[in-house]
């Protein structure tokens, strides 16, 4: 008998709790979900920055970076390693346990975080804002710091139950609340700080329903009668919430750092930087949206892989992987074709032309925003297999080249040097990361090569991306393959029961 049979043979016996959605289904509710929460989010900055000028929605955009983007690095990493141990505990009977120190260690990093921003306000003002003397707006974020902090906890641990339809349900309702609050406030003449405690009410009001699933299947979880190894767990837990949190750094350090080079490094004084970083979020509105829906499959797809990867079912997952990465590239290179063959029209008449340079940097920021997009979800290889150092180095390069080139190219192009700068970063990180799942077992082939450059078509012009769309599909038989293949497992799973957590 192995340690997990001995250990799993001496749970409670308790109701069963928590059915698992499939994966095909958490897809359909994910793709469903997004749509609408995405078109909520897009028809927000719009309104947003119809309502603001230029100078306000960089603040906007710098607060709301630093609130998502920075949250991750202050706890470690922690809560992100519920995805990777969830099902490994609850198996075990000590997933009550492992939430419970997670939890703990939590709420001491926020406790942390809250005292040096108490203690130095004027540092995080400046940092953010390049205004040392607001310290409302720098309170707000601070609020804002710790919704997010309460949401993300159990978002994980929701999603780490495979509760996907529960997980999409708190994202919508965030979305909703933050759209209906966010808009209202700023068409009542509020200000900045308003606009962002109206998204850290929305995160709050967005817990309720994944706390009410929680609460009811929590008494139904597997109990061991075992002594849970604490000493053990952080063992096993740490290096991984150590590559995470290192990841999650460089990550979100490369991802912030062309508007922190932005604001603090144009010339013309605060208000100038924050006027680029405005016309740069302008030109991120619809990119980000690609990137925000790779995020969310990717999220749905770790605990699977996980459990697959558990069973030792290693090639399902090297094969749902590629699939999924041949079936984003081209729908997203498909679809940014689509919007920027639009893109003027709706700049003209949406945003009354007062973005002009966000409309001329859309096609690079698709590119690198699909190339991040990929990235995302074959990352998610490297951390089931538990090699997520592999990730940190990548991103680590792609940080310092960014870094460099921005320096190099933002006083002689301007914004479209920073683009610049960030669309090689972001080249740079891909194929580092290809190669590290390649050492670690990953089958590579001239399929995942075409996948990979298919969306730098986007910047020779909308007509010919969607040419080189057909014509990757046309000479790679196993593409189309894959793509039948999906949808058929799609419909079948959609028609099956869910999977049983016992």
């Known amino acids: 008998m192995n340690d997990l049979q001995a250990v799993t043979s001496t749970k409670t016996e308790t109701p069963a709790s928590f059915a698992a959605d499939s994966l095909a289904i958490g897809m359909l509710v994910v793709l469903g979900m997004t749509i609408i929460q995405r078109s909520l989010g897009f028809l927000r900055s719009i309104w947003f920055c119809r309502l603001m000028d230029d100078a306000l929605v960089g603040q906007w955009a710098m607060a709301f970076d630093f609130i998502t983007m920075a949250t991750p690095v202050m706890l470690f990493g922690m809560p992100g390693s519920l995805p990777r141990y969830?099902?490994?505990?609850?198996?075990?009977?000590?997933?009550?346990?492992?939430?419970?120190?997670?939890?703990?260690?939590?709420?001491?990093?926020?406790?942390?975080?809250?005292?040096?921003?108490?203690?130095?306000?004027?540092?995080?003002?400046?940092?953010?804002?390049?205004?040392?003397?607001?310290?409302?707006?720098?309170?707000?974020?601070?609020?804002?710091?710790?919704?997010?902090?309460?949401?993300?906890?159990?978002?994980?641990?929701?999603?780490?139950?495979?509760?996907?339809?529960?997980?999409?349900?708190?994202?919508?309702?965030?979305?909703?609340?933050?759209?209906?609050?966010?808009?209202?406030?700023?068409?009542?003449?509020?200000?900045?700080?308003?606009?962002?405690?109206?998204?850290?009410?929305?995160?709050?009001?967005?817990?309720?329903?994944?706390?009410?699933?929680?609460a009811k299947g929590w008494r139904g979880l597997p109990r061991s009668e075992s002594r849970f190894d604490a000493p053990s767990m952080w063992r096993r837990l740490l290096p991984y919430a150590v590559a995470l949190w290192v990841m999650n750094l460089l990550s979100n350090l490369f991802e912030m750092s062309d508007r922190y080079m932005i604001l603090h490094f144009t010339g013309g004084g605060e208000q100038m930087g924050q006027a680029a970083v405005g016309q740069y979020h302008s030109g991120r509105i619809f990119p980000v949206l690609l990137m925000s829906l790779a995020s969310m499959i990717a999220g749905v797809l770790m605990p699977y892989l996980a459990a697959d990867w558990e069973a030792g079912r290693r090639e399902a997952v090297v094969d749902r992987i590629r699939k999924i990465l041949a079936a984003l590239s081209v729908v997203f290179t498909l679809g940014a074709a689509g919007t920027l063959w639009i893109a003027p029209w709706l700049f003209a008449n949406l945003l009354q032309n007062r973005y002009a340079d966000g409309l001329a940097l859309m096609p690079m920021a698709f590119v690198f925003y699909i190339w991040a997009s990929l990235v995302m979800i074959g990352q998610d290889y490297l951390w089931v297999a538990e090699r997520g150092k592999w990730v940190g180095i990548a991103i680590a390069v792609g940080l310092t080249l960014n870094l460099i080139l921005n320096a190099l190219l933002l006083p002689r192009l301007g914004l479209q040097g920073a683009v610049i700068a960030t669309l090689c970063a972001h080249g740079t990180v891909m194929f580092g990361i290809w190669i590290a799942m390649a050492w670690c077992g990953f089958k590579f082939d001239l399929t995942m090569v075409s996948i990979s450059i298919l969306p730098a078509s986007l910047m020779l012009g909308p007509a010919v991306a969607i040419l080189s769309v057909a014509t990757v599909i046309f000479i790679s038989p196993q593409i189309k393959s894959w793509l039948g293949e999906g949808m058929s497992l799609i419909a079948a799973k959609f028609s099956g029961p869910a999977t049983q957590l016992s």
Request: with cysteine; hydrophobic share 60%; charged share 5%.
């Open 86 to 214: 969830v099902e490994t505990y609850r198996q075990q009977g000590h997933l009550g346990s492992l939430v419970r120190r997670l939890l703990i260690a939590t709420l001491a990093c926020a406790g942390a975080f809250l005292v040096g921003l108490m203690v130095a306000p004027d540092w995080f003002g400046w940092l953010i804002f390049l205004e040392s003397d607001n310290n409302s707006l720098t309170y707000s974020v601070a609020a804002g710091v710790l919704a997010i902090i309460a949401f993300n906890f159990v978002h994980q641990l929701v999603s780490s139950l495979r509760q996907v339809r529960v997980a999409s349900m708190m994202q919508f309702v965030q979305s909703v609340a933050f759209t209906l609050i966010g808009v209202a406030w700023l068409i009542n003449g509020g200000g900045l700080a308003g606009l962002i405690l109206s998204f850290a009410i929305a995160s709050l009001v967005a817990i309720l329903p994944g706390g009410w699933t929680l």
